[in-house]
């Protein structure tokens, strides 16, 4: 397994240019084709947010019981949602979507749910470039904690990837797989505290919502812009994380190896 893994490792650093393409070009396909473009990758989940933020502000008059304002602090948990959630179903339909490279011989069709990861990756940057000058309007100073951004960025994006490996190779042969992981997603996001605060619920049940890989980096993001808390700080909740994303990882490469080769029948 890790010579295989190594040896895939190796042919995305071969294939970077390859993949840096299909990435942009998968990128300007999902929202580069409209008049206003790019815009309207902005206006969908920017409307979200506005339209949350001001029910639970005005409507229940709910309080993020944060040292931050209600927005700052919603924003810092939808937008990383928005990632892991499009990622997944992106990803899930990366390979029926570009069935005509999964007959080409020479092609690592393994890559398909990293291009749609990727084109998802480009959007959650910009949205992050947007939280930050957020922050600053309401007066954050830039601080040392953004640095581990980028850690909780790569920790999403292997999670991702291992789950899209299963559920991408699933979908080639049950169509009610991309439904499935939508209905999935639409119950994570109520079950999952983003707009809502998790001390809203007895510790002695925070655990179980504690299981879901989604809160370890929605709370990551707000311990990095709000709590200033490192992710190491974090042991038990890291770890638990760590060891769920390596067994999906792990699984997805199995699953995806051994259904890999039926793909071209079906397709």
């Not at 990882?249 to 071209?264: D, N």
Request: aromatic share 20%; charged share 10%.
């Amino acid at each position: 397994m890790l010579k295989e893994f190594l040896a895939f490792l190796s042919h995305i650093v071969r294939s970077r240019k390859l993949l840096l393409l299909l990435i942009k070009n998968d990128f300007k396909k999902e929202y580069l084709g409209s008049y206003i473009g790019f815009i309207w990758a902005f206006v969908q989940p920017l409307t979200y947010m506005i339209v949350i933020w001001f029910v639970f502000t005005y409507g229940f008059k709910s309080a993020s019981h944060a040292d931050a304002p209600y927005f700052l602090w919603l924003a810092s948990g939808m937008i990383p949602w928005f990632f892991f959630s499009s990622a997944l179903v992106g990803g899930t339909n990366s390979i029926t979507s570009n069935s005509f490279l999964v007959k080409k011989v020479a092609f690592r069709v393994s890559i398909l749910p990293i291009v749609k990861i990727g084109s998802t990756l480009i959007l959650h940057i910009f949205l992050i470039l947007f939280l930050m000058i957020m922050f600053l309007i309401y007066g954050f100073k830039p601080n040392l904690y953004w640095l581990q951004l980028p850690y909780f960025m790569f920790c999403s994006i292997v999670f991702i990837l291992g789950v899209t490996w299963i559920t991408s190779a699933m979908r080639v042969f049950i169509k009610d797989t991309s439904n499935i992981v939508g209905v999935i997603m639409q119950i994570g996001f109520w079950a999952t505290p983003i707009f809502w605060n998790i001390n809203m619920i007895s510790p002695k049940y925070q655990w179980i919502l504690k299981l879901n890989p989604a809160y370890y980096i929605i709370q990551g993001y707000r311990d990095t812009f709000i709590n200033h808390i490192w992710f190491w700080e974090m042991p038990n909740v890291t770890l638990y994380y760590l060891s769920v994303t390596v067994i999906f990882f792990i699984l997805g490469a199995i699953v995806f190896k051994k259904l890999r080769p039926h793909f071209g029948d079906v397709l």
